[in-house]
């Protein structure tokens, strides 16, 4: 045994002092002065030991099954007590036991048991029972917040009643062209790319209506826009644009329109990418929404300069190409707006940092892409070749712009039988429910007419509300015949997402369809109201008669495959459960029938961990 005198001072100095005054002791005597020495100096230590430990808020003691008549007898497991201190809030030590949880006889988990209580780790229950949780540290507390769904937040007070011209559903709070599997927003169409089963890229026509529906409703609830003008043409001072040689040239013009009485600003330098061109600087991160009105009378471009916070430059071509996007080095990103617009004056929208990340999402992960879009800035705007602009402007957004880019692409890519056909096979169900390319989906015509409504009600233009009132034939053609319309127990027609054979019955799909046909009926007149009043009424009768069969006492299911082809129910995700409550929620305002309102507020119970009742 070692025996430290460090610290023990008083009993050293009384040592010294007892050895002084002894004149001349004994062997004997000596030997019992270190005993009795040796004794103090181990109980000063051992006091000054359980001091110190005294001193810890937490400890944990073990407890030895021999010393503990509780154990139970517990099978290669030592229990232990432990004591958590808070000397703060003055709180009695918490005790509990490790326990070993066996669950359902498979598999062992490790828990503590306080008490008659059994706690479990939560990412055990997490996973077991699909539910949500985290900390939440806010006053200076933390607090475990619980969550049955991770969808479960729904307005809690009074909403506007649907309408064909109002905000479609909760689409405001959509951004497709962010979302990951859009490839680009094409410089040439004005819409999306899609990459969802093809990673080549596809005109989407449910992910190009949703585009459309989602700015229309966020021009409906955003503040009013933010806009900086560049350049309106109605200036004869061109000073803020830098030539970049002698030869380059720019001014102000009447626009050559005769219907015009506007001003232009015509712009001459050399079309080579190796000309830095005629720049105006900008320092912008929050309006990063460029628009202009461009007319190329030559080969010409435009370039957008971007500066990271780290001073790194990097440039965004836009050009007269076919080629739907590309990068070129670590540093220019080209994105073609199609050869056929030269000499042709058209109008350029484009959102700058979406497609800055896009482009960045080529040579860099989608985490690093968000990352640089977050850090970046607008620096300066550049004009190459020979051509006319004007209202060039930089605003926090421009929602009806995107808006009728996406309802002039359904007008133009429309087919003779109304349709717009998805163009890439469709694995539903591999070898069971298949699509090969060229199906239509209800749910794309649906959301196609509602995007052409709401652009009728606003431009007044018939071209709109025509192409929504000729989207109504596909509905007339049968699944098996190509078209969109099963039938479950050859009584009930269904309006199919995805038109498979053996039928889906995909209920999202299908009300979404439905919500297109009550928009069209209740804004079109003559032969296409009635046309789309008898299919909206012909739908409701089967989605009363079939909506319960998408309960499923805990939530809804997704589609009908069980029932259809004979497999495991496919149950839908929270986020699609809360979509066919939004749905059915709508359509009750229009149907008074009570099937629905009681539907939705059980459904909206189920993500809240309410069960339907058993037997």
Same mark, same amino acid.
């Given at each position: 045994?070692?025996?430290?005198?460090?610290?023990?001072?008083?009993?050293?100095?009384?040592?010294?002092?007892?050895?002084?005054?002894?004149?001349?002791?004994?062997?004997?005597?000596?030997?019992?002065?270190?005993?009795?020495?040796?004794?103090?100096?181990?109980?000063?230590?051992?006091?000054?030991?359980?001091?110190?430990?005294?001193?810890?808020?937490?400890?944990?003691?073990?407890?030895?099954?021999?010393?503990?008549?509780?154990?139970?007898? %517990?099978?290669?497991?030592?229990?232990?007590?432990?004591?958590?201190?808070?000397?703060?809030?003055?709180?009695?030590?918490?005790?509990?036991?490790?326990?070993?949880?066996?669950?359902?006889?498979?598999?062992?988990?490790?828990?503590?048991?306080?008490?008659?209580?059994?706690?479990?780790?939560?990412?055990?229950?997490?996973?077991?029972?699909?539910?949500?949780?985290?900390?939440?540290?806010?006053?200076?507390?933390?607090?475990?917040?619980?969550?049955?769904?991770?969808?479960?937040? =729904?307005?809690?007070?009074?909403?506007?009643?649907?309408?064909?011209?109002?905000?479609?559903?909760?689409?405001?709070?959509?951004?497709?062209?962010?979302?990951?599997?859009?490839?680009?927003?094409?410089?040439?169409?004005?819409?999306?790319?899609?990459?969802?089963?093809?990673?080549?890229?596809?005109?989407?026509?449910?992910?190009?209506?949703? =585009?459309?529906?989602?700015?229309?409703?966020?021009?409906?609830?955003?503040?009013?826009?933010?806009?900086?003008?560049?350049?309106?043409?109605?200036?004869?001072?061109?000073?803020?644009?830098?030539?970049?040689?002698?030869?380059?040239?720019?001014?102000?013009?009447?626009?050559?329109?005769?219907?015009?009485?506007?001003?232009?600003?015509e712009f001459q330098t050399s079309p080579s990418?190796?000309?830095?061109?005629?720049?105006?600087?900008?320092?912008?991160?929050?309006?990063?929404?460029?628009?202009?009105?461009?007319?190329?009378?030559?080969?010409?471009?435009?370039?957008?300069?971007?500066?990271?916070?780290?001073?790194?430059?990097?440039?965004?071509?836009?050009?007269?190409?076919?080629?739907?996007?590309?990068?070129?080095?670590?540093?220019?990103?080209?994105?073609?707006?199609?050869?056929?617009?030269?000499?042709?004056?058209?109008?350029?929208?484009?959102?700058?940092?979406?497609? =800055?990340?896009?482009?960045?999402?080529?040579?860099?992960?989608?985490?690093?892409?968000?990352?640089?879009?977050?850090?970046?800035?607008?620096?300066?705007?550049?004009?190459?070749?020979?051509?006319?602009?004007?209202?060039?402007?930089?605003?926090?957004?421009?929602?009806?712009?995107?808006? =009728?880019?996406?309802?002039?692409?359904?007008?133009?890519?429309?087919?003779?039988?109304?349709?717009?056909?998805?163009?890439?096979?469709?694995?539903?169900?591999?070898?069971?429910?298949?699509?090969?390319?060229?199906?239509?989906?209800?749910?794309?015509?649906?959301?196609?007419?509602?995007?052409?409504?709401?652009?009728?009600?606003?431009?007044?233009?018939?071209?709109?509300?025509?192409?929504?009132?000729?989207?109504?034939?596909?509905?007339?053609?049968?699944?098996?015949?190509?078209?969109? %319309?099963?039938?479950?127990?050859?009584?009930?027609?269904?309006?199919?997402?995805?038109?498979?054979?053996?039928?889906?019955?995909?209920?999202?799909?299908?009300?979404?369809?439905?919500?297109?046909?009550?928009?069209?009926?209740?804004?079109?007149?003559?032969?296409?109201?009635?046309?789309?009043?008898?299919?909206?009424?012909?739908?409701?009768?089967?989605?009363?008669?079939?909506?319960?069969?998408?309960?499923?006492?805990?939530? %809804?299911?997704?589609?009908?495959?069980?029932?259809?082809?004979?497999?495991?129910?496919?149950?839908?995700?929270?986020?699609?459960?809360?979509?066919?409550?939004?749905?059915?929620?709508?359509?009750?305002?229009?149907?008074?029938d009570p099937l629905f309102t009681s539907t939705?507020?059980?459904?909206?119970?189920?993500?809240?961990?309410?069960?339907?009742?058993?037997?």
């Amino acid at each position: 045994m070692i025996i430290t005198m460090q610290g023990c001072t008083p009993v050293v100095d009384l040592m010294k002092n007892f050895i002084s005054k002894m004149p001349r002791a004994s062997l004997k005597h000596l030997l019992v002065f270190l005993g009795i020495t040796t004794l103090l100096v181990t109980v000063y230590n051992i006091g000054k030991c359980d001091i110190a430990r005294n001193d810890n808020n937490f400890y944990r003691e073990e407890k030895l099954p021999h010393l503990d008549g509780n154990s139970g007898g %517990t099978k290669g497991f030592q229990p232990r007590v432990a004591h958590s201190y808070d000397i703060a809030k003055e709180k009695q030590p918490i005790e509990y036991e490790e326990i070993d949880c066996i669950i359902n006889e498979d598999y062992t988990v490790k828990g503590r048991k306080e008490g008659s209580e059994v706690y479990m780790p939560f990412s055990f229950i997490q996973k077991y029972f699909e539910v949500y949780g985290d900390i939440d540290k806010s006053d200076g507390y933390e607090r475990f917040s619980f969550h049955h769904s991770y969808q479960d937040d =729904f307005p809690t007070g009074p909403q506007p009643r649907y309408s064909p011209s109002g905000v479609f559903m909760s689409f405001d709070l959509y951004s497709v062209e962010d979302r990951n599997r859009v490839k680009c927003v094409s410089g040439i169409e004005g819409v999306p790319i899609s990459t969802q089963w093809d990673h080549k890229g596809h005109y989407y026509p449910i992910q190009i209506a949703q =585009f459309g529906l989602s700015h229309y409703s966020k021009h409906l609830i955003q503040p009013k826009n933010k806009v900086k003008i560049l350049e309106d043409g109605e200036r004869t001072d061109l000073s803020d644009w830098l030539l970049p040689d002698q030869k380059s040239e720019i001014r102000s013009k009447l626009d050559d329109r005769t219907y015009l009485d506007n001003g232009v600003v015509e712009f001459q330098t050399s079309p080579s990418m190796k000309n830095p061109g005629i720049s105006i600087s900008t320092r912008e991160k929050k309006l990063s929404t460029l628009s202009m009105d461009l007319n190329f009378i030559n080969n010409g471009s435009i370039t957008v300069v971007i500066q990271m916070g780290d001073g790194n430059l990097y440039r965004i071509h836009y050009v007269l190409s076919d080629t739907v996007m590309r990068q070129d080095g670590n540093r220019d990103l080209y994105y073609g707006l199609g050869s056929s617009k030269k000499g042709k004056w058209f109008h350029l929208t484009r959102l700058l940092l979406v497609d =800055f990340q896009k482009g960045m999402n080529l040579m860099y992960s989608k985490t690093r892409g968000a990352r640089m879009k977050n850090s970046a800035r607008i620096t300066a705007i550049c004009v190459r070749g020979h051509g006319v602009m004007d209202n060039v402007t930089l605003s926090a957004h421009a929602h009806m712009d995107l808006f =009728f880019d996406a309802a002039n692409y359904l007008v133009r890519h429309q087919n003779s039988i109304g349709g717009w056909p998805v163009m890439v096979p469709r694995k539903l169900i591999p070898e069971v429910m298949e699509l090969d390319s060229g199906w239509y989906s209800a749910m794309g015509q649906g959301q196609a007419i509602s995007l052409l409504v709401r652009a009728y009600v606003v431009s007044k233009d018939v071209k709109y509300i025509d192409a929504a009132g000729k989207a109504l034939s596909v509905f007339d053609i049968p699944s098996y015949q190509g078209g969109i %319309t099963s039938k479950y127990l050859n009584t009930y027609e269904w309006y199919e997402e995805y038109p498979t054979s053996p039928s889906s019955f995909v209920l999202n799909g299908f009300m979404y369809s439905l919500i297109g046909l009550y928009d069209l009926r209740e804004t079109a007149t003559g032969k296409i109201r009635e046309k789309a009043s008898e299919l909206f009424n012909r739908g409701m009768r089967t989605l009363k008669a079939m909506l319960l069969l998408f309960d499923s006492g805990t939530g %809804t299911f997704y589609d009908l495959r069980h029932i259809t082809a004979g497999l495991a129910p496919n149950r839908a995700r929270w986020d699609y459960h809360k979509v066919h409550i939004n749905q059915v929620q709508l359509l009750s305002e229009v149907d008074s029938d009570p099937l629905f309102t009681s539907t939705a507020e059980r459904w909206k119970g189920y993500m809240k961990g309410k069960l339907s009742p058993h037997n």
